[in-house]
């Protein structure tokens, strides 16, 4: 059993969907335990985040894989379901306000759902006030702000200002983008910023973990 889930993590690191997607099934009707298998496919995607840092994979592979990743989920959900496995932490995600790029923010929500995160995209130009509305309302372990514009740098201020007043518990914000910075970042008053997609799972780890 344990070459099928080798072979299935093989099969998520390299995108191959179709076989992922059948070696998914093979695990699950072999009565392999839900936990098991989701291990295989989040080893296979910290894989990925790994490659995809280090500039040997790119955009379009990590696309590839996060494809095999979500149609094995959809196969394996209804049995984590029935195991009483949730994942571990809610992310909320979302464009500042003003802003409508959404490549960076999807790239980082599909690597935090390979990461076994709960994640909840509230899409581009979101307004402050749904993202502490959103965190509120999901009981939300982290909230991601990403920006590409410098004109909505102060959108993402006030965005971490309202979350930090609305003194939700436990709460993590982090954010990312091409005008932002690590200074800007403390400057702001945010709990971490990530340079891109596989750093902000790291990241995140850390900070909960640390929590």
Do not use: C
Not at 141 to 159: D, E, I, N, Q, Y
Not at 196 to 209: G, I, N, Q, T, W
Request: aromatic residues 4%; proline residues 5%.
């Amino acid at each position: 059993m344990s070459e099928l889930l080798a072979k299935l993590t093989e099969t998520i690191k390299t995108g191959r969907r179709k076989e992922a997607v059948e070696t998914t099934q093979a695990v699950l009707d072999a009565n392999t335990p839900p936990a098991d298998v989701l291990g295989a496919l989040v080893t296979g995607m910290d894989d990925v985040g790994r490659r995809f840092k280090a500039n040997v994979i790119f955009v379009p592979e990590v696309l590839i894989a996060a494809r095999a990743m979500k149609e094995s989920m959809a196969l394996l959900e209804p049995f984590l379901a029935a195991a009483g496995i949730k994942p571990e932490f809610t992310a909320i995600i979302g464009t500042v306000q003003g802003d409508l790029h959404d490549i960076g923010k999807n790239l980082v929500a599909m690597m935090w759902k390979g990461a076994n995160f709960n994640v909840i995209d509230l899409g581009t130009n979101v307004p402050p006030e749904k993202f502490v509305e959103s965190a509120r309302a999901e009981n939300a372990h982290v909230v991601g702000l990403s920006g590409l514009l410098t004109t909505t740098m102060p959108a993402m201020k006030r965005a971490v200002e309202d979350l930090r007043q609305a003194a939700i518990p436990g709460v993590k914000v982090v954010v990312g983008g091409a005008p932002i910075t690590q200074e800007f970042a403390d400057e702001i008053g945010a709990d971490g910023y990530s340079t891109d997609a596989a750093s902000a799972v790291d990241l995140v780890r850390s900070l909960l973990k640390s929590a």
